[in-house]
C-alpha cells in the first residue's frame, strides 16, 4: 500500500464520513459551534459586555449583539496588541492576521486564536485534502512534497512573542513541525520578507524536488511558475515537477487565470480546488470539480448567519442563520469565530447554489473594488488617490471608473483608470504617478502587490473624451435619477464598453 493510500485510509476517510452529516444536520451542527463559542467566551470582558452566561438560543444572541464592523472591534484589537488579554476571546491573542484597511486605516488586524488556527484554518486545510483524496483514489499526493507560497510576518509592536502579518506566514509558522517533511520551501525561505529574491530562494529549492501539490494565491503562484519556467528553460510546469498533480487556490478569482495556467501547467491530469481562507477564517471548499460552488465548512470553529445585500447598512437590516437563506439570492457574510470575533461583517458577499449540502459562490465585496490580484482597493483610496493627484497636478475630474488588466504572456497586469477631465493636469504621466504612490501609501495590500513591478505593473491612465460618462449612461438608459458609473469594477465588463464608446 502506498503512502499516500495508508494515510488516506488512516486520517482522511474517517473525516469524510463527518463531512457527510453536512447535508441533514447542518442546522444542529451550527447551533452546537454557537453553544461552544458563546460558553467558551462567557466570562471575558466581551462575554460579560453582553451576559453570555444568560444566552440559551439563537434568538437570544441574535437579539443581544449588534452587528460588528473593523471600526468596533478596533478599540479591542488595539488593547489585545498592547498585551491585554480576555478582552474577546479567554486564550492568549500572540498572533494578529494583516489584511487590507478600512476607511480609516492602510490595515486591519485581526486577532488569531490557538483555537482558531487549529478548528478552523489548518482543519480546512486538512478537508480540501481528504475531499481532494475521496475523488482521486489513485493520488501519489503524499509521494511528493507540497509547495506552499505564503507571506512574512514581523514582530507586533515590539512585544516578545507576538507577531503580525499575512495568515499564510502565521499558518507556516505555527504549523505541526511534521507538516515540514512534506512541504517546501524551508520556513526560513517561506517567511523571508522581500517578494523577488524569496522567488528566487523558492526556486533554488524547489527546482530538484518532487513537487506534487501547490497552494498559494493563483496570481502570486503564476509569478513564481514563470519565474521557474525562465529559469530552467522549460515550456510547461510538469517537465519541472512531473508528479505534480493538484493546484489549491484561494485568496482571488480563479477565472481571469485559468487559461494561463493552461498555458504553463498542460498535463490533462492536473487538479484546481478553490479553497476560501480568508484572515477571518477558512469557509469553504471546492468538492466537486464540475462545480465551480464550495462547500461551506459547518462543524469548525465559525457561526454562520447573513444579511440580504439590500440590508447592508441599514439601521435595522435583516439578519438571518444558515437554515434561512434562501438560494441565488446575494447576502453578506456575518461570522462569530474561535479568534473572538462577534457577529462579525467581514465585507464579501455569497451567493447559495444549494442547501443540501449547503454551497456557495463568492459574488462580490459589500462594496465597489477591485481585487484581481489580492490589492482589494476600495471606492475610498480611489477618491484619497484622486484628490492628491489632481491637488499636484492642477487637474479636475468629472467622472471616472477603473478596472484591471489581467496577466498577458508576458504576466504584466495593471489598473486601467478611465478618466474624464473638467481641467488636464499639467502632465498626465505626473498625475499617475502621484495616483499609484497614494494608493500604495494607503493600502498595505496594492503595495504589496506593487512591490517592484513584479505582480502589479503601475496603473495606467487613459483619457476620455467629453460626456462619454453621459454618453455610456444614455446607452443604458440609466440617466438621471440615482443611476452612477461604476467607479471601481473587479471585471472589465463595464470599462470595455466605456472604451468602445471612447474610440
Known amino acids: ?9 488512516v486520517y482522511f476517510t474517517p473525516r469524510l464520513k463527518e463531512i457527510e452529516q453536512y447535508a441533514d444536520h447542518a442546522g444542529k451542527l451550527q447551533q452546537g459551534v454557537l453553544q461552544h463559542l458563546v460558553g467558551t467566551a462567557a466570562d471575558t470582558e466581551w462575554g460579560k459586555k453582553y451576559n453570555y452566561a444568560s444566552i440559551r438560543t439563537y434568538e437570544d444572541f441574535k437579539n ?19 498585551g491585554e488579554q480576555n478582552l474577546l476571546w479567554p486564550s492568549e491573542i500572540r498572533w494578529f492576521a494583516k489584511s487590507s484597511g478600512t476607511t480609516n486605516d492602510k490595515s486591519k488586524f ?16 486538512k478537508d480540501a485534502v481528504a475531499i481532494y483524496l475521496g475523488q482521486n483514489p489513485e493520488s501519489r499526493f503524499f509521494a511528493g512534497k507540497g509547495l506552499i507560497l505564503g507571506g512574512s510576518h514581523a514582530p507586533n509592536l515590539n512585544t516578545n512573542h507576538s507577531l503580525v502579518g499575512d495568515l499564510s506566514a502565521i499558518l507556516i509558522e505555527n504549523i505541526n513541525p511534521l507538516v515540514n517533511f512534506v512541504r517546501v520551501p524551508s520556513k526560513q525561505t517561506a517567511l523571508m ?10 526556486a ?18 503564476l509569478v513564481l511558475i514563470k519565474h521557474l519556467l525562465e529559469k530552467t528553460g522549460k515550456q510547461s510546469l510538469e517537465e519541472v515537477w512531473p ?10 478569482a480563479f477565472t481571469p487565470y485559468r487559461e494561463q495556467y493552461k498555458e504553463v501547467i498542460r498535463s490533462s491530469k492536473m487538479h484546481y480546488v478553490e479553497t476560501y481562507n480568508a484572515s477571518e477564517g477558512y469557509f469553504g471548499t471546492q468538492n466537486d470539480p464540475a462545480d465551480p460552488a464550495m462547500l461551506l465548512m459547518i462543524d469548525y470553529g465559525i457561526f454562520y448567519e447573513f444579511v440580504p445585500l439590500e440590508d447592508v447598512g441599514k439601521d435595522a437590516p435583516r439578519i438571518c442563520c444558515l437554515e434561512e437563506v434562501e438560494l441565488n439570492k446575494n447576502y453578506a457574510m456575518v461570522i462569530s469565530t474561535s479568534a473572538g470575533l462577534w457577529r ?6 455569497v451567493k447559495f447554489t444549494s442547501k443540501n ?12 473594488f477591485i481585487n484581481a490580484f489580492g490589492e482589494e482597493l476600495i471606492v475610498d483610496n480611489a477618491e484619497k488617490g484622486l484628490s492628491k493627484a489632481c491637488a499636484a497636478t492642477g487637474a479636475q475630474v468629472i467622472d471616472y471608473s477603473a478596472a484591471p488588466v489581467f496577466m498577458d504572456e508576458h504576466a504584466k497586469c495593471r489598473h486601467q483608470w478611465l478618466i474624464e477631465f473638467a481641467q488636464m493636469p499639467d502632465s498626465l504621466g505626473k498625475f499617475a504617478k502621484i495616483l499609484d504612490d497614494t494608493l500604495k501609501e494607503i493600502n498595505s495590500d496594492y503595495e504589496a502587490k506593487r512591490q517592484n513591478n513584479l505582480a502589479l505593473q503601475p496603473l495606467e491612465v487613459i483619457v476620455a473624451r467629453q460626456n462619454l460618462f453621459h454618453d455610456w449612461l444614455d446607452s443604458k438608459g440609466k440617466l438621471g435619477g440615482q443611476h452612477k458609473i461604476p467607479r471601481l469594477s473587479n471585471t472589465r465588463e463595464y470599462i470595455e464598453e466605456m472604451l468602445e464608446l471612447n474610440r
Open 110 to 125: 485581526l486577532p488569531v486564536s490557538k483555537e482558531s488556527l487549529h478548528d478552523t484554518h489548518y482543519k480546512g486545510g
Open 193 to 202: 520578507e522581500h517578494f523577488e529574491p524569496k522567488m528566487e530562494a523558492i
Open 204 to 221: 533554488n529549492e524547489t527546482i530538484t524536488a518532487n513537487v506534487t501539490n501547490l497552494s498559494g494565491v493563483p496570481s502570486w503562484m
Open 357 to 368: 449540502p449547503y454551497k456557495f459562490v463568492i459574488t462580490g465585496r459589500t462594496k465597489h
Open 344 to 349: 462579525y461583517m467581514i465585507g464579501d458577499t
Open 243 to 252: 508528479n505534480l498533480e493538484v493546484f489549491f487556490h484561494g485568496g482571488v
Open 1 to 9: 500500500m502506498s503512502i499516500t493510500k495508508f494515510l488516506n485510509k
Open 64 to 82: 443581544r449583539l449588534p452587528i460588528q464592523t473593523y471600526e468596533e472591534i478596533k478599540p479591542y484589537v488595539t488593547r489585545l496588541r498592547a
